[in-house]
């Protein structure tokens, strides 16, 4: 499920969320009131791995207008606990949608890359041929392994689409020391994840394939039972107004 203000300014914030319930739940415990649009689906448990479809891991992208309301965490539920990153879009390839509503579009990645870290959100959508699909789905699981062991990587996770009517792309959420770790594996040293990009570029694996770049500013909560995984590296304290 997604919602989205069109003709509205592209949100001047993104938030990654990631709800994690002690009993199934069919569907996500959480909607982010305020958002200028939002879209959720089953999460992996804090590893670079297909979701596993039980309802128990939930994870919500988020766009904002309003700073106050995107630094808010979910609020405290029986049974359920989060993990809430702050992002600021950087740049992105390509033109962001979200169940074809919500929009980003910002420009291309800055001369001089920013201090700190910085999150990829990746989108893809469904392809419909079968075959084409699956041959993405395996390049996909194989640059999912790779990333494990690359330089500079801190934390990946992966969002599929809740089983409904209204299914929207396959999101992944990667944290990384700075922008030049990640471009550095992207582009140079991960062969899996470049073969697949020339790969999409050339043959269109999937209807569409984008990312967004984007600058973490601060983080809470806990992931997977252990200590927030980006404490140590965000900017808290340092949000800009």
Not at 26 to 40: V, Y
């Amino acid at each position: 499920m997604a919602t989205s203000c069109l003709g509205a300014p592209a949100p001047r914030w993104v938030t990654w969320t990631v709800l994690e319930s002690t009993a199934p739940k069919g569907l996500c415990p959480w909607t982010p009131s305020g958002a200028a649009w939002w879209t959720s689906g089953h999460s992996s448990p804090g590893t670079p791995q297909a979701p596993v479809d039980e309802g128990r891991w939930w994870s919500v992208l988020a766009g904002w207008h309003d700073l106050h309301h995107a630094q808010a965490s979910p609020p405290s539920a029986a049974g359920v606990t989060s993990w809430h990153v702050l992002l600021q879009p950087m740049s992105v390839h390509g033109d962001v949608r979200l169940g074809g509503r919500g929009r980003l579009l910002v420009g291309p990645d800055p001369d001089v890359a920013p201090p700190g870290a910085v999150a990829a959100i990746t989108v893809a959508g469904a392809s419909r041929d079968e075959s084409r699909q699956r041959e993405f789905v395996r390049r996909f699981m194989h640059a999912s392994r790779d990333v494990r062991e690359a330089t500079g990587h801190v934390m990946s996770m992966v969002q599929a689409p809740a089983v409904d009517p209204d299914a929207g792309p396959v999101l992944t959420f990667s944290v990384w020391q700075d922008l030049n770790a990640l471009r550095d594996w992207a582009y140079v040293r991960s062969r899996p994840h470049s073969s697949a990009v020339t790969r999409q570029r050339e043959h269109q694996l999937v209807e569409y394939s984008r990312s967004l770049r984007c600058v973490v500013l601060a983080s809470n909560g806990t992931l997977a039972g252990r200590a927030n995984p980006l404490a140590a590296l965000t900017l808290a304290g340092q949000l800009p107004g």
